[in-house]
């Protein structure tokens, strides 16, 4: 018997979710309600030019970029100023452990994270970045460089599927929090600087070198974490007697307690609140991805719609 929709991610699928990423930018330059405005302003070298402001010639400025218009108009000299956009290579770090492999609506997270993967992936190749990625489980992490070509979005696609398909409720291998740290450390070598890095997880196992980890990563790049939840996560519904397991133990609770829920929505707040402070000295954005609603949907309408025809 096939398992219900939802469990596992399908190739196909991910595939498919290359035309429905288009609601959304990684690029520096953001939509005005976009969660990463203002964060990408650079001068630096890169592949193109966006136009900024005019103002008044000064002397050193390129006489090529004098506005003769505005200079007629205003009698006084004016100049076009432009800021240089860089290529920016984008790092895909996918979380496929065994804590991932949970949900109670719709999908398991799991697959929200294969699905946050492939539309950051093709999103990246479609405005002709580079993509790579760091796609891991609970007993290894596979590294792809950053290419610029469909054929490399494939087979990061590829590996997220196959650890995917490796999830099992009945695994006989322990849980591994320590292999996010080992993602990360895998990550910067693929990002060295002026790239961005988006860490897609449910931040199980996060700790103090965690922090260190991506306080050092973004000192050269920007961070992203999507950071992957399910409603039951945040809200424990009252349904009597029930019983958990982490696959080795079990435990049975009386989910009518008052004081019980109330623990399990503040245990979950202080998990979110770490993720949102994955660093100690800088900001680093947090996009809550929920199970129970579309990927594409979710992402887009966090980082701002891109309006049709900007090809951004």
């Known amino acids: 018997m096939p398992p219900a ?5 399908e190739l196909a699928a991910l595939v498919a979710l290359r035309h429905a990423a288009r609601g959304f930018s990684l690029l520096p330059r953001q939509p005005v309600a976009s969660l990463l405005a203002g964060r990408h302003a650079s001068r630096l070298r890169g592949r193109g030019l966006n136009f900024e402001e005019v103002r008044r010639y000064a002397a050193g400025d390129d006489v090529r970029q004098i506005d003769w218009k505005v ?23 996918v979380d496929q452990r065994l804590g991932m492999f949970f949900g109670s609506r719709v999908k398991f997270k799991s697959v929200v994270a294969a699905e946050a993967a492939a539309a950051a992936a093709w999103r990246t190749v479609g405005v002709q970045d580079r993509v790579g990625a760091v796609v891991f ?17 494939m087979r990061v696609l590829r590996a997220v599927v196959e650890m995917n398909h490796a999830l099992r409720a009945d695994s006989p291998g322990p849980p591994a929090p320590g292999m ?32 260190r980890l991506v306080t050092e990563t973004a000192r050269h790049n920007d961070v992203v974490v999507a950071f992957v939840f399910d409603p039951l ?3 424990l519904p009252a ?10 133990r079990q435990l049975e609770v009386d989910t009518n307690g008052a ?4 623990a399990f929505r503040a245990a979950f707040a202080d998990r979110r ?40």
């Open 5 to 9: 929709p939802g469990v596992y991610a």
């Open 71 to 93: 200079t007629a108009r205003t009698r006084t000299p004016h100049t076009r100023v432009y800021t240089e956009e860089r290529e920016r290579p984008v790092v895909l770090v």
């Open 137 to 153: 489980n609970d007993t290894e992490a596979r590294a792809f460089h950053p290419e610029r070509s469909r054929g490399a979005v």
């Open 180 to 211: 996010l740290n080992e993602a990360l450390r895998r990550a910067r070598t693929l990002a060295p600087h002026d790239g961005l890095v988006v860490v897609v997880t449910d931040a199980d196992g996060h700790d103090a070198e965690t922090r």
């Open 233 to 235: 996560e945040a809200d």
């Open 239 to 248: 349904g009597g007697r029930l019983v958990a397991s982490d696959g080795a």
């Open 259 to 262: 004081a019980l829920r109330e």
């Open 273 to 312: 609140a770490a993720a949102r402070h994955f660093l100690l000295t800088r900001e680093v954005p947090v996009l809550p991805l929920r199970t129970d609603a579309p990927v594409a949907d979710q992402i887009a309408h966090v980082l701002g719609h891109v309006p049709r025809g900007t090809g951004r």
